[in-house]
């Protein structure tokens, strides 16, 4: 939901796409989420919030290379 409304907004505030390369502003989005809530993501690692594992079973192992995959493919 805060994902559409983000996009709505930009969409909004922006008036014409052509003036801005969208993957790229979105490559930079997800760029910068990513540097900067890994701190985050180590804190409520930390306070047992939120524990950090990897997985744990094949089935789990076949889930992530399918979903890699799918959006390897587009």
């Known amino acids: 939901m805060f994902y559409a409304l983000y996009v ?4 909004v505030r922006m008036h ?3 003036r801005v390369n969208m993957q790229l502003f979105f490559g930079f989005v997800g ?3 990513a540097v900067t809530l890994w701190p985050l993501g180590l804190v409520v690692h930390y306070l ?8 744990q079973n094949s089935r789990q192992w ?5 979903n890699v995959s799918v959006c390897w493919s587009m």
Request: hydrophobic share 50%.
């Open 8 to 11: 709505l907004l930009l969409k």
């Open 31 to 33: 760029l910068f989420n």
């Open 16 to 18: 014409d796409e052509s």
């Open 62 to 66: 076949v889930g992530i290379g399918v």
């Open 48 to 55: 047992g919030v939120e524990p950090f594992e990897l997985p």
